[in-house]
């Protein structure tokens, strides 16, 4: 047998064997055996929703941002296996085959095994066990039946569904070579810890001008989550005391007088001196599981940090506090540990049930200050016929406890459109909502299939549809509410049916105005990303190509492009523009040379490219404005039980390096090099007070800090020259130091 022909038959059997386990498994084993195997999985009863996919924004003027890798959102199994699932009728006379059925347990787990590691630090179990959880919990809403052993047979076919992601998905799950940072999880609950950074407008430059003089008008923030025990750091604050040492209750300085602090509390009385970049304790309440927060830059430009923490798996009651970056870098105890206002926290809190799993903020523009923000969310949980409804309530107006109509409990309105009533809107809950102020927008992905003739059914058992081709996009505009306690007045202001398939999820805006229904969705193929634009407000949606240009001549951006998430800005400024922002990064591990354990040193390859236009031009082509490749050398005193300390090594690819955290690091952009233009930052696990942070110099960017630590630490070089040619973008990351 010739080398080739050993390496084909050896490839084919790599991809093949999986699936041919997953069937043997059904056909011979099937149901017994797999209800053996996982007799003891989780056993839900709640009768909640699954958990939503969420977006977060990560600067002011991020729009989105786009993961996923361009490989679209679905349930990535053959047609096939569509035999294998009850597909029996609904009381409507419905079908569900299981890859449109199951869809947005899919989207999570596609979502968990491809950034999970990097941003909370699941490994596949993890992403496995979610999965059938959720399939579990969305079977018991979209039942193709109301027999009696109904909940028994939707258990059954989710543990059906995690055998055969359990046995065929350990190619798809990307290790610390591949995956990276994308957040997506609104309650990061198996989570041991994680790092979150947000860019947000500096706190103290409007209270003391002179002091802050020389600072950027934008700082980024980094917070650690271990646990839901929180802390915050400003890693790009200088080291300028925000309190001395005092004894003086009354000794209350411009920062902290600036948050609401008249005098000093007891625990900062003879304290030493607070640091503006020092690590800060977040007090919020305990005993809930905290996620990241959103950010949300409301009308007037005050940047607002928002949580909203669930309890507990078991019901939706949430605790929603809102902050901002000044409060939290000074003093955030409270007198009592619970979330209320009575708490008599500097934080804004309130504890409601949303009906949500995963609620969201939103300014309503108008309204009283006081009562700007609600918390927000679609939800199929108030009605048993499980139409849709939306549900909001004020994010910072007291609980009445003792109001008749359950002040503690969000206000919910019931949709009776056909497209998205009975359940038939389920399919909502299976992509990023878009929230601006006064709208929010959700797509609804068809689930069901009519009955049709015999021939059509037995075809779609066996050939089926791998992804899902069709929906509808859902605009809700909301306005205040008609009582002084009721919930936000919503109406359906656009339903656009679709026939565009979930290869091109997630779509995601490109601007944040009001009414523009222009979505951007990246797709890769072998060679090249493909950027698509498509535009809901036309009555027949379609994928349209949006041209990048480079040079004066279209470019195609080679595939490694997609791995990290794209952000989509629109610049605040007179004459504002829409940015694309791309970055890669890759190893520098040469395959002709064994990895030595015992290395000191590792070498990544990461580079930034910049494409813009201006926000009013919708059709003409994205302009490369800016770019870089860099070569990121970390050098250290090996000690391979740490992390930090030890070079990556691909035959085990679940122990990570400083090198794997980096090309996995989440991107961020704002005005925090300098006074002109937008900055890129890297923040970096193994140096967290140290993020790569890039400046931009003409067409190219440059690195504020070139050197970082001595002799005997973890040291990090980074160089960087300009990124200019078109083949070095449609090409592989070329490592400049292995030539």
Excluded at 74 to 94: A, M, Y
Excluded at 511 to 532: C, I, M, N, W
Excluded at 619 to 648: E, H, I, M, W
Aim: charged fraction near 25%; aromatic fraction near 8%; hydrophobic fraction near 35%.
């Amino acid at each position: 047998m010739s080398k080739s022909f050993a390496v084909l038959v050896g490839g084919l059997t790599a991809v093949v064997m999986p699936v041919l386990l997953v069937l043997s498994l059904a056909i011979f084993l099937h149901k017994d055996a797999i209800k053996s195997i996982y007799k003891n999985v989780d056993d839900i009863s709640d009768g909640e929703m699954p958990a939503t996919v969420t977006s977060f924004q990560s600067g002011p003027e991020v729009v989105s941002t786009i993961g996923g890798s361009g490989n679209g959102l679905n349930c990535s199994l053959p047609s096939v296996v569509n035999v294998f699932f009850d597909g029996s009728k609904d009381e409507d006379g419905k079908r569900h085959l299981v890859l449109q059925r199951f869809r947005q347990a899919c989207v999570f787990h596609d979502l968990c095994y491809r950034h999970g590691l990097a941003t909370y630090g699941y490994n596949q179990n993890d992403c496995d066990r979610v999965l059938q959880n959720e399939a579990f919990r969305l079977c018991l809403y979209i039942r193709n039946g109301r027999a009696a052993d109904e909940a028994e047979r939707c258990q059954t076919d989710s543990k059906m569904v995690l055998a055969g992601v359990s046995l065929g998905g350990s190619g798809a799950y990307r290790a610390w070579d591949r995956s990276t940072y994308f957040e997506f999880e609104s309650d990061p609950s198996r989570s041991n810890g994680f790092l979150v950074s947000r860019v947000v407008d500096h706190p103290f430059k409007s209270v003391d001008p002179a002091k802050y003089r020389g600072d950027s008008d934008q700082v980024i923030l980094t917070f650690e989550n271990i646990r839901s025990s929180l802390t915050v750091t400003c890693i790009t604050c200088r080291k300028v005391p925000i309190l001395q040492w005092t004894r003086d209750p009354n000794d209350v300085t411009p920062e902290f007088r600036s948050v609401g602090f008249n005098t000093l509390p007891e625990a900062l009385l003879k304290h030493q001196d607070q640091l503006l970049s020092e690590t800060q304790p977040v007090w919020l309440p305990p005993r809930r599981r905290h996620a990241a927060p959103h950010l949300l830059v409301d009308s007037t430009g005050k940047n607002h940090l928002i949580w909203m923490s669930r309890n507990n798996p078991r019901d939706t009651v949430s605790c929603i506090v809102v902050a901002d970056a000044a409060k939290l870098l000074t003093h955030t105890l409270p007198r009592l540990d619970y979330c209320a206002v009575g708490a008599g926290s500097k934080l804004s809190m309130v504890e409601v049930d949303m009906f949500v799993t995963s609620p969201l903020p939103m300014e309503l523009p108008g309204a009283p200050e006081r009562d700007r923000i609600f918390a927000t969310g679609l939800s199929a949980q108030t009605t048993t016929s499980h139409s849709l409804s939306f549900c909001s309530r004020s994010a910072s107006r007291a609980v009445d406890y003792d109001d008749p109509n359950h002040d503690d409990r969000a206000k919910c309105h019931t949709f009776f459109e056909d497209r998205i009533s009975k359940g038939a809107g389920l399919g909502a809950f299976q992509n990023f909502a878009v929230v601006r102020p006064g709208q929010q927008i959700f797509f609804a992905r068809d689930l069901a299939l009519p009955s049709d003739s015999l021939f059509t059914r037995v075809r779609q058992r066996v050939l089926g549809d791998t992804y899902s081709p069709s929906g509808v996009m859902v605009a809700i505009d909301l306005a205040a509410p008609t009582t002084a306690k009721g919930p936000l007045t919503s109406k359906i202001q656009k339903m656009v049916p679709f026939d565009i398939d979930d290869r091109f999820d997630p779509m995601m805006p490109i601007t944040r105005a009001k009414d523009d229904l222009r979505f951007l969705s990246l797709q890769t193929s072998e060679k090249t990303v493909g950027v698509h634009m498509i535009d809901f407000s036309k009555d027949n949606p379609a994928v349209g190509n949006v041209i990048l240009s480079m040079n004066g001549s279209p470019v195609d951006l080679h595939p490694s492009w997609a791995l990290r998430p794209v952000l989509v800005l629109e610049t605040r400024e007179a004459n504002p523009k829409t940015k694309l922002v791309f970055s890669r990064g890759e190893m520098a591990i040469d395959p002709d040379k064994p990895i030595d354990p015992a290395a000191t040193s590792e070498v990544l390859g990461l580079e930034t490219l910049v494409f813009e236009r201006d926000a009013a031009a919708s059709d003409k082509p994205f302009q490369k404005s800016v770019g870089a490749t860099c070569t990121v050398t970390y050098s250290f005193k090996t000690n391979t039980d740490f992390q930090c300390y030890r070079a990556f090594d691909p035959k085990r690819p679940m122990r990570a390096s400083p090198a794997t955290r980096m090309q996995a690091s989440q991107l961020l952009v704002g005005h925090f090099a300098g006074r002109e233009g937008h900055g890129i930052a890297f923040p970096d696990f193994c140096r967290q007070s140290d993020p790569i942070i890039l400046q931009p110099k003409g067409d190219a960017f440059v690195q504020t800090v070139e050197s970082l630590g001595k002799e005997g630490e973890l040291r990090r070089k980074v160089t960087c020259t300009p990124l200019n040619t078109n083949a070095e973008v449609s090409g592989p990351i070329k490592h400049r130091a292995l030539n």
